[in-house]
């Protein structure tokens, strides 16, 4: 059924052969979900395709639009119905939004996936791909597994919601996501169903979705260990229950790439894992690091095999195709990599040795314990989370963070590889029951310039499991392991491999009310490296990257531009300033005439003394303008801490014009919300 809908943004220069159309899927309790489906022309009950669905909340009339155009389209040239699908409450589909991953969202699913299934036009076989958001309900629907999901493809997703989204790492806050993913889809929810879309009652839905709407924050604050809240829609909890089969890939510059070696080793159905050099971005988009590749047609090849049962291959391929960068020089920004493909034929490797080193042999004699109590500004030069391809997303030179850090140095005489990940075991006594340890593993040029290849983070209190809370006895040693997040990494001769430990790492870890002191001891503390031993041309190749025509935006540039990363020291009062713009998209105009507007900016502030001065500040102000109608809203989130409790406030104003320009605006909706939530173990 279509009711009449016209899809709006979309390019005119269709591939030959391909119609697109908007329809509303219905769930089962009248809620419909707007849809828009990319088919063969020929598409019917004598012609039936399979369907590739992508699920989130991202808003296919306008935000993701230009991404979309990309592949769906080229996939319906290929003989599929590929369908873009907003989630409950988002874009200008009916309902409510609740939460991330909920059981209402996952439920819809199901009922989109047996949907869609049912069309006459439809083979009853379904594929779901996705790049983050998108990647991770795919992930989750196939641990559900509805009868006629029978491949995936994950990108740039994770299995574990707890320790590997943009909650927490190693059992501690991850403040600079946890506050700034919060606020930013705190603001991306408060956005209006499109009037052409919902039609004349477009304001009052925004009233209603506005006054429905909450800052998920404190919601995610309140669960600071693993439980059943995190639980729901990690597959890490159960990987026997996925039927579909995975192709899960990741990039070395994206957060969540270990759950691609995690899924490669222990998913029974299918699975094959790549790893390029790639951030948080489809691999074939062209955007740094390169080397895009042809992951379109990659993909492809992957839904041919299982959705229509031609043989292609993809059986025959490693299981895990890795890319190894080579040590380039500490920059924010690299268009391209060098380096090569490898292919394991499974996961964990055979080719993989386990090279451990004590940190005492890596610090050139010297005796005795090491002292760790690290400045607060500890982490400024961590580089972006989650790194888009932006000028300064990824980390600069290391060497003012080495210097806050306690350093252990091993001089590389003979070239080698790693592949996966590096485990450090760190031996300590600490002067207080709380504790967070950040370990970094950085290439030291001969020259000094230290480029960070992997980190981890261990909240101590979690040192014996993520869904417990085990406080360290003050004075009693104690082992701390920390897991570090996969790398693949060329070390050369000459160079040193440095292990640096700190005690703190803001914005990314939010600090422990107090300030403890570790005593390492290097002598029972030790590096395992995971040693790549095959050094042979794998002969993995990719074609290049094959799109469709994208559609036609204009960007605006901003009058008066800021910088994208700032890092400033107030000497006076020792307080350090992180301002960041987050480089989603910016403002840009439509082929349909619409005008969207995006303004973001992060702050975050720490004195070095004292961990209870750490602050995160977002702001947003997002504004669509078309002929007769306008939307408008500002939102702030504020996040703070003293040693008991985090300290939230919230707010959205929202303003709408409902007419041509020179209709009065009005203001649809003005909302605060002050929350405490007490620290228990974060």
Avoid at 55 to 66: E, G, N, Q
Avoid at 69 to 83: D, I, K, L, Q, T
Avoid at 551 to 560: C, G, H, K, N, Q
Avoid at 626 to 633: C, E, N, Q
Wanted: hydrophobic fraction near 40%; proline fraction near 7%.
């Amino acid at each position: 059924m279509t009711d009449g809908l016209t899809a709006i943004g979309v390019p005119t220069g269709l591939p030959e052969g391909v119609t697109v159309r908007d329809e509303w899927i219905p769930m089962p309790d009248g809620v419909r979900l707007h849809t828009r489906i990319w088919a063969p022309a020929d598409a019917s009950a004598d012609a039936r395709v399979p369907v590739l669905l992508e699920y989130l909340p991202y808003r296919l009339d306008d935000w993701t639009a230009p991404r979309d155009s990309e592949r769906h389209p080229w996939y319906a040239a290929h003989g599929y119905a590929s369908v873009r699908v907003d989630i409950r409450g988002t874009g200008s589909s009916d309902g409510f939004f609740d939460d991330e991953y909920s059981e209402q969202e996952l439920r819809d699913g199901e009922a989109v996936i047996a949907w869609l299934a049912a069309q006459e036009w439809s083979t009853g076989a379904v594929g779901m791909f996705g790049i983050s958001w998108g990647g991770f309900n795919a992930l989750q629907l196939a641990a559900r597994a509805p009868a006629a999901l029978k491949a995936i493809v994950t990108v740039c997703s994770t299995d574990d919601r707890y320790d590997n989204d943009v909650h927490y790492v190693g059992g501690a806050v991850l403040g600079i996501d946890m506050a700034a993913w919060g606020a930013t889809m705190f603001a991306f929810n408060s956005r209006p169903p499109r009037p052409e879309v919902v039609g004349s009652s477009w304001v009052a839905r925004w009233k209603e979705r506005l006054d429905a709407n909450r800052p998920m924050t404190p919601v995610w604050l309140s669960h600071q260990a693993r439980d059943d809240y995190w639980r729901h829609g990690s597959a890490a909890e159960d990987y026997g229950k996925i039927g579909a089969a995975v192709l899960a890939v990741g990039g070395w510059a994206d957060p969540y790439r270990d759950a691609v070696l995690r899924l490669v080793e222990h998913v029974d159905a299918p699975v094959k894992g790549i790893v390029g050099p790639w951030s948080h971005q489809y691999p074939d988009r062209g955007l740094a690091p390169g080397p895009s590749i042809g992951f379109l047609q990659e993909t492809l090849r992957w839904w041919d095999r299982w959705l229509k049962g031609v043989d292609t291959g993809v059986e025959a391929d490693p299981a895990l195709r890795a890319w190894i960068n080579d040590p380039e020089p500490p920059a924010t920004y690299h268009a391209s990599r060098t380096g090569r493909w490898v292919g394991a034929t499974s996961w964990p490797s055979t080719a993989t040795e386990a090279v451990s080193h004590t940190l005492d042999t890596l610090r050139g004699g010297r005796d005795g314990d090491v002292v760790v109590s690290s400045p607060q500004e500890t982490g400024t030069d961590a580089g972006r989370f989650f790194p888009f391809g932006n000028a300064t997303d990824l980390p600069p030179d290391q060497r003012a963070e080495d210097g806050r850090s306690a350093c252990f140095d091993l001089l590389v005489d003979e070239s080698f590889d790693l592949l996966g990940n590096v485990l450090v075991d760190l031996a300590v006594t600490s002067d207080l029951p709380r504790a967070t340890v950040t370990v970094r593993l950085c290439d030291v040029a001969p020259d000094g310039s230290s480029t960070l290849v992997t980190r981890g983070v261990l909240n101590a209190a979690r040192r014996h499991g993520m869904d417990r809370t085990d406080p360290l006895e003050p004075g009693a040693p104690t082992v701390l392991p920390v897991r570090l997040v996969s790398t693949g990494h060329r070390f050369v001769a000459g160079h040193r491999l440095r292990v640096a430990v700190s005690t703190s790492y803001w914005p990314w870890v939010w600090p422990h009310g107090t300030v403890a002191t570790l005593v390492l001891d290097p002598s029972e503390s030790s590096v395992t490296l995971p040693v790549w031993t095959r050094s042979d041309d794998d002969d993995i190749r990719f074609e290049e990257p094959e799109r469709s025509t994208p559609l036609a935006i204009t960007r605006v540039e901003p009058s008066d531009p800021l910088p994208q990363r700032t890092v400033t020291h107030d000497v006076e009062t020792r307080t350090w300033t992180l301002d960041v713009d987050p480089g989603y998209g910016g403002g840009r105009v439509y082929p349909d005439g619409l005008v969207f507007s995006e303004d973001a900016r992060e702050t975050y502030r720490i004195r070095s003394d004292d961990p209870t001065s750490a602050t995160a500040d977002s702001r947003w102000a997002i504004g669509l303008t078309h002929t007769d109608w306008a939307a408008r809203l500002e939102t702030t989130s504020h996040v703070a801490a003293d040693a008991e409790s985090f300290h939230l406030v919230n707010t959205v104003r929202a303003w709408a014009r409902d007419g041509a320009a020179g209709t009065e605006e009005q203001l649809v909706a003005e909302h605060t919300f002050r929350d405490e939530v007490p620290r228990t173990s974060a």
